[in-house]
């Protein structure tokens, strides 16, 4: 590829994201000549953040040319490289796939990725993935697709099973636990190498090391963490005191997959957060439209590292992705080959190869075959709309702790979701 690539952004429209990837694609060079297309189902947002990209752009000397529409197959045709970040009306979905379960007994930390509401964020999603593949399958049919949805490893693991549409998921939970470490060894961000394999949001670091001198950081590490503040992250601290090893992204995370999790919390999302951040936002980006500066941080990237990809694909200049999730076929030997893994990845003109750390210590490989099987039976009760194998699912995931809850739940949450249940396949 020539650096005329044609690059679809899905879901532009998302403050967050979109400004995530903006901060991405408009803080490099090397995507100039490209053409970027924001596409968005709300002609509102994506009048915003179109607004918003085109002062990137130029304040960063990216060179792109952007485009925008709402009407996605128009965006497709040709694309190279679509990023993905839809989600059904989310916050509003996402309350009840926490608090109907709560209702009935459940206990949840997230309700994302995991547990019920993360069968239910499959459910709803993997529809809508399926059109956009199917898109794409007809009008660029050799495009990779860069998911940043949740729930990542579903989507990644559907896609790989039933498209020939490439595909990798990026997520920062590596970052967020690299974040955690230094904070806890009072260390630069810049001084830490993390590498770390397992599921998304439920990586285990397996390697911490000095950036500059190459020295091993665990046994140091292990030291700071017997008297560091208790109330710090207190679930990760017990699984790594039980299994050897820091898991990712944090204690709410990581909770969604053991029957357990709660003892890290079971406050949920923070929705009022959440709405007070993206007002915040909001009232930021319209400074921004209105001729105020850039905040110093926007200029500064990569944030998903979607550019990185595109640039490595662009240029072959052999990038290297501390995380990506990844259909497994062996990157991680003992955990199922039909699995989404998140392990470190090249990335070249060739592709997206992952790169393998070996098996994952046989105690961790256990714990994680567990959440293996609860998100291949999800992915099979999406694709075809099975209610019965939703039930399943609910049956084999470990948060779910009867099987009279779950039949209620699943009748509740299948109500509310049946606008957006339908087969894939």
């Not at 490209?34 to 960063?60: H, W």
């Not at 485009?67 to 989600?87: M, P, Q």
Request: aromatic share 8%; with cysteine; proline share 6%.
């Amino acid at each position: 590829m020539t650096n005329n690539a044609r690059i679809v952004f899905i879901g532009a429209g998302s403050m967050s994201f979109g400004l995530s990837t903006f901060r991405d694609i408009f803080n490099t060079k090397s995507l100039a000549g490209c053409t970027m297309v924001l596409v968005d189902t709300n002609p509102e947002a994506l009048e915003r953040m179109t607004a918003l990209a085109r002062i990137m752009n130029r304040e960063g000397g990216a060179g792109l040319t952007i485009e925008s529409t709402t009407d996605r197959r128009a965006a497709l045709a040709g694309a190279g490289f679509v990023i993905n970040s839809v989600a059904i009306d989310r916050n509003r979905l996402w309350k009840m796939d926490f608090e109907i379960p709560r209702k009935h007994g459940i206990r949840q930390t997230l309700g994302e990725n995991g547990g019920p509401g993360g069968l239910f964020f499959t459910m709803r999603t993997l529809p809508l993935i399926f059109d956009i593949v199917r898109d794409m399958e007809e009008l660029c049919p050799d495009a990779l697709l860069i998911n940043y949805a949740n729930p990542e490893s579903r989507i990644v693991l559907a896609l790989a099973k039933y498209s020939k549409i490439k595909c990798l998921g990026l997520c920062h939970g590596i970052f967020m636990a690299r974040g955690d470490i230094c904070h806890m060894m009072d260390r630069s961000w810049f001084d830490l190498e993390l590498w770390g394999a397992g599921l998304n949001h439920f990586q285990w670091v397996l390697g911490m090391r000095d950036r500059h001198t190459g020295e091993d950081l665990y046994p140091r590490f292990r030291e700071i963490e017997k008297t560091f503040d208790p109330a710090f992250q207190p679930l990760s601290r017990r699984l790594m005191n039980s299994f050897g090893y820091w898991p990712t992204c944090s204690d709410d995370h990581l909770g969604e997959y053991v029957p357990y999790g709660w003892e890290g919390g079971e406050h949920g999302y923070d929705f009022a957060a959440d709405e007070r951040e993206r007002a915040e936002l909001k009232t930021t980006i319209e400074g921004v439209l209105a001729g105020g500066p850039l905040p110093d941080e926007w200029r500064h990237g990569p944030a998903e590292r979607s550019d990185q990809v595109i640039e490595a694909i662009l240029h072959n200049s052999h990038r290297y992705l501390e995380s990506a999730v990844l259909h497994n076929r062996g990157a991680i030997p003992n955990l199922p080959a039909d699995l989404a893994v998140e392990v470190p990845a090249i990335v070249d003109s060739a592709g997206v190869h992952p790169v393998s750390l070996g098996p994952l210590p046989d105690p961790i490989a256990k714990l994680l075959s567990v959440q293996a099987s609860v998100q291949q039976l999800a992915v099979e009760a999406a694709v075809h709309a099975s209610k019965e194998l939703a039930l399943q699912a609910l049956l084999v995931d470990p948060v779910v702790n009867s099987t009279t809850a779950a039949q209620a739940l699943l009748d509740e949450l299948w109500e509310i979701n049946r606008p957006y249940i339908r087969p894939c396949v």
